[in-house]
């Protein structure tokens, strides 16, 4: 069985398809989604759909691109996350992180927003998911100062300096269908070297289809190019990314296990 470790199933153009999805996911073998919170507004929605399906399961948390005006004018605070994070199918915190290519300085509302999510991890106990975008320095020593420690990076792209400091703080590195991008040469050599018990598989979808829908709508059915294509890079059967990807997503969102 696969599972998608990071998925938007509850943004619109998604959800309209949900039956066609679930049908797809089964046909594919991916028994599992993870359905990642990006903004509170939308939190009703993602918590009907995920307690409406075993197969799915939440976070909870705010992207680091969404400014104020997309939760109607509303920062998040601690005990926004903490309260929702009770629920029996809230199993990580995030996505949270810094993005320092989609919004430009001052952005310490941002790294402030980052800091609370791990606070927010660290009192849970629940894991973070990280999203990081041309901010390598900041985001690690963020996660040093605030003692972050385990999640996914989530989507990864960066170097594999990045991705070592990361796995030393206690993180998995998540993989999208980029590397499966005939331009994604640095990042199919991170996909080599990642440690097999380090490795998640997600789609990100609605963005991100892997090859050959690059372009086309993305759904967690498609998580299965992704392990196919780490699997041809690394030379080993499919079935090993398939096993692996799948025992450190119960691992690290061990929450599922218990609800
Ligand atoms: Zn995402």
New binding site residues.
């Given amino acids: 069985m696969y599972v998608d470790s990071?998925c938007?199933l509850n943004f619109p153009a998604l959800q309209a398809q949900l039956p066609d999805i679930l049908t797809r996911m089964q046909a594919a073998n991916v028994g599992h989604a993870l359905v990642?919170s990006?903004n509170l507004r939308d939190w009703p929605g993602l918590i009907a759909l995920v307690e409406s399906q075993p197969c799915l399961h939440a976070s909870v948390g705010v992207?680091p691109d969404n400014d104020a005006e997309d939760d109607d004018g509303a920062e998040p605070v601690l005990d926004d996350l903490l309260q929702r994070a009770v629920h029996p199918k809230v199993v990580a915190i995030g996505?949270t992180g810094l993005d320092y290519y989609r919004l430009a300085e001052p952005l310490d509302w941002q790294r402030a927003r980052f800091r609370m999510h791990i606070q927010a991890s660290r009192q849970t106990g629940l894991p973070l998911i990280i999203?990081t975008r041309a901010a390598v320095a900041d985001t690690i020593r963020l996660m040093r100062e605030e003692h972050a420690d385990h999640g996914v990076m989530?989507?990864f792209t960066e170097t594999w300096e990045m991705a070592r400091d990361a796995m030393d703080l206690g993180f998995y590195i998540s993989f999208s269908g980029i590397v499966t991008f005939k331009s994604a040469v640095d990042l199919q050599q991170v996909a080599q070297k990642v440690p097999l018990d380090r490795l998640l598989i997600e789609t990100?979808s609605p963005y991100l289809a892997p090859v050959p829908y690059r372009g086309k709508l993305n759904d967690p059915s498609k998580v299965i190019h992704v392990a196919e294509k780490i699997a041809e890079l690394r030379g080993v059967p499919v079935s090993v990314i398939e096993q692996a990807s799948t025992d450190n997503y119960f691992r690290l969102f061990s929450k599922i296990n218990h609800a």
């Fill in positions: 990071h938007h990642v990006v992207h996505e999203h989530h989507c990100d």
